[in-house]
Every structure is written in C-alpha cells, then in structure tokens.
C-alpha cells in the first residue's frame, strides 16, 4: 500500500471513530437519564453518582480482552480512559480536588483515574481536600494513602478521625520516581524542600550526596519546587513533571531507595460503589484499651469469618492521652455476607467503629 492510499483510508476510519465516539456519548447521556428517572422512583434527592469504579474496572477488562493489537492493553485503556472522561463531563459538571498545587503526584493521580475533561481544584492540605468532599463543595476528593517505602499518610488517617462521614469510593496505584530540581549544581544546595514522604522515599540517596543541606518539609512535592524555583541554593525532591512547569533543572534523576516504589490513593465521596465480587474495605475502630486482648479479640472475628486483613494502622485517637483508633483494611465487601456478619459481631469489641467506605480491588 501507498502513501496516499494508507492516509486515505486512516481519514476514512478518523470519520467512521467520530462518529462512533459521538454515539458512545449520545448513550452515555441516555445512561445519565435513566439514573435520574430510577432516582426519582426511587423517591431519593440529589444527583446520580456518575463516577462508578466498578463499572469503569469492568470496562477496562472488557477492552483488554478484546484487544487484538498492534496497540498494547495499556494503550487502549489509555484511550478509553479519555473516552469515559469526556461522557462524565457530559452527564455532569464535575470537580475533583486534589493536594496542590499542579503537578503534584496527586495531581497525577487524579489525571490518572479521571481523564483531562473533567474540573480539577487544588487545595493546600490533604485536610482540605477531605473537608471539601465531606462538605460536597467538590464532587469527588483524592489523596495519598500509603507509600510502598515509607508507608501510611498519617495526614490521611488523621483526617479520617475528624472527617469520619466522608466515604471511600475507588483506590488508585502511581508509580512515583522522585527528582532532585534546582537551578543550581549539586555542590551548591545548601536547602532542600520536600514533603516527608518523598524525604523518606529518598533518604538514602540525600545521605550520600547532600548530608549536609537542610531539609525542610513542605506541603506538598509541587510546592518543593515552587519554592526552589523563587529560593537562592535551594533544591526540590519532587517529580520530573515539576521541573518543566517551575522552570528547574533535573540535577538527579530517580533518586527514590527502591525502583519500584509505588503510592495508593483513595477516591472519596458521599458513597462507596456496590460490591463487585472483588472488593475490600476499611474500618475505623477503638477497643477499651483497658481490656486484656481486647484489640486481638476484635482482629479474631475477621479470622472466624475467613476474612483477610491486608493493612493494619494506628493513630492517636485524640479524645485522651494513649488512646488509639485502629484502622483495618480487609478484602471484602461491607454487604458481603461474611463482611456483614463480622462487622456486627466485632462491635462488641469495639467502643467505636466506622465503615470508611468499600471499593473495587485495583491492580498495580
């Protein structure tokens, strides 16, 4: 085949994808409609959920294995991700706050799961992204949950005490590989910025080559570098993204302990998704501290009910000194059968216990 035959007929299948992509849509907005309408049967207020996890999970499926090539899984779903992005936009004026400011790893991650289409909000603290989602003044929130190096944000589990309404709706996986940014060379940084998870993540590699430079947390990766691009001898451990947009130079690249560090956030709203046969949850509890085996009788219901725990954290509970809210994440669904019955049989155990919300399993 030709040149200008081969041109021909990709302008021939550019035609023939619009007009597909437009009728994807058109349903997309009928599929919008008849939520509304079982809503109002329902005699239930507000708008449809239009962001569904384990919908979009079952679609990337699907795509994947109807993929016969020469574009790989990840491509296609790349695509798709866009093409859902855009019928969200269509169905309603939705907003996702994230940690700011632009180009923070949150800020990827939102992209990463939402798609461009859709309404963004930075905010300064992870708290304010979860008070706004609590308070419905965005549509949906995201922030970091753990680090694979470092582990949990404490910052999020704080927020969940004080924000215990708000509901967990999807997790999503990032890659992250930190950057040193700065205007200057190596020998010159006296003052490096960063959050305390990308300090963690990099601790290695700043006692090897700058164990004498201050480090200074900051908010958030993007606003390290915001900072570095205003600041004399300053650096930033944030992400090679930051440097083009802070006009900053990449000094070292990949700088992070392990090469396959990774960081998981959670999708928050007013609502968890329903259950797709492969889900987990997270729980919020406290015991009576002065109970003898107190917290590993509450642990003993999930084992009774063949129920794994994949996490277990604990934070201050701040009623009273040395008092612990315990934060369990378990496979399962909150209306599993088993799910169901081990959460009302561990409140016997529990002087406090709250469902964070139920979400889809993703995969790395």
């Not at 849509?25 to 109002?40: E, I, Y």
């Not at 959920?49 to 294995?65: D, I, L, S």
């Not at 889900?279 to 794994?308: Q, Y």
């Given at each position: ?31 919008g ?5 079982w ?21 990337f ?22 093409i ?26 939102a ?15 992870i ?13 949906y ?7 694979s ?29 930190q950057?040193?940014?700065s ?7 006296r ?46 451990i944030?992400s ?26 959670f ?39 063949k129920?794994?725990q994949?996490?277990i ?16 994440e ?35």
């Amino acid at each position: 085949m030709d040149l200008e035959t081969a041109r021909g007929k990709i302008s021939d299948v550019d035609r023939k994808l619009v007009d597909l992509l437009n009728e994807r849509a058109r349903l997309s907005l009928n599929v919008g409609t008849a939520k509304r309408q079982w809503l109002k049967e329902q005699g239930a207020e507000g708008e449809p959920e239009v962001y569904v996890p384990g919908q979009e999970k079952r679609v990337f499926e699907k795509v994947r294995n109807l993929n016969q090539g020469p574009l790989s899984g990840e491509s296609v779903c790349a695509i798709y991700r866009e093409i859902m992005s855009a019928s969200i936009s269509l169905q309603s004026d939705v907003t996702v706050g994230y940690l700011g400011p632009p180009g923070t790893f949150s800020h990827q991650a939102a992209l990463k799961r939402f798609g461009d289409s859709l309404g963004y909000v930075p905010y300064a603290k992870i708290e304010d992204v979860v008070a706004a989602a609590a308070k419905e003044e965005i549509t949906y929130g995201l922030v970091p949950i753990e680090n694979s190096t470092f582990g949990a944000v404490v910052q999020t589990l704080d927020t969940f005490v004080d924000q215990p309404s708000v509901k967990i709706r999807a997790e999503v996986y990032l890659p992250v590989t930190q950057a040193l940014l700065s205007r200057y060379q190596l020998s010159a940084i006296r003052k490096v910025y960063s959050h305390p998870q990308a300090f963690g993540q990099s601790r290695r590699w700043l006692d090897q080559h700058l164990p004498n430079a201050a480090r200074i947390d900051v908010s958030s990766t993007a606003k390290a570098a915001e900072l570095a691009a205003s600041e004399n001898y300053t650096a930033a451990i944030s992400s090679e993204v930051c440097a083009s947009m802070y006009n900053l130079d990449v000094v070292a690249k990949d700088i992070t302990t392990t090469k396959d560090n990774t960081t998981r956030f959670f999708v928050l709203g007013q609502s968890s998704d329903n259950p797709t046969g492969d889900d987990k949850s997270l729980l919020m509890f406290t015991v009576d501290h002065r109970e003898p085996g107190a917290l590993c009788n509450a642990l003993n219901v999930f084992a009774k009910h063949k129920i794994n725990q994949t996490a277990i954290n604990s934070r201050p509970s701040r009623q009273r000194q040395w008092h612990y809210m315990f934060f369990v994440e378990i496979i399962g669904h909150e209306q599993d059968a088993n799910v169901s019955s081990a959460l009302s049989e561990i409140k016997s155990y529990c002087l406090d216990l709250v469902v964070l919300g139920s979400y889809p399993r993703q995969s790395y």
